[in-house]
């Protein structure tokens, strides 16, 4: 794109949409660990847009405001509590849709 003093030139950029048309409606992963395997990576990248979708949902139910915290062991003890909230979800949410007969009472 170029501006001028007749107008506005638009041209396109055949490099980039030969490459966009190359990789359309695929996944595209950039990685700095180049011993996983393509599988390896794949699940690794949807667990870490679950442990996002997971961050997100507990925000926004709860409604958390940010918190700030000041000291090393204040962080830590934050970041502790959320990851497990986080790996407690998937049991939970097994047990809440589980058919009434094999919940677990205790």
């Not at 000291?71 to 909230?85: D, N, P, S, W």
């Amino acid at each position: 794109m170029e501006i001028t003093q007749e107008g506005l030139k638009v041209e396109a950029n055949t490099k980039a949409r030969k490459f966009e048309e190359r990789i359309d409606g695929k996944l595209v992963v950039e990685t700095s660990s180049p011993e996983l395997t393509a599988q390896e990576l794949i699940g690794r990248y949807k667990e870490m847009a679950d442990i996002e979708r997971a961050f997100r949902a507990l925000k926004s139910t709860l409604e958390i405001q940010p918190m700030y915290h000041w000291t090393e062991q204040r962080i830590r003890a934050h970041v502790f509590i959320c990851v497990l909230a986080i790996q407690i979800q998937p049991f939970r949410s097994r047990d809440c849709f589980a058919p009434t007969s094999s919940r677990r009472t205790s």
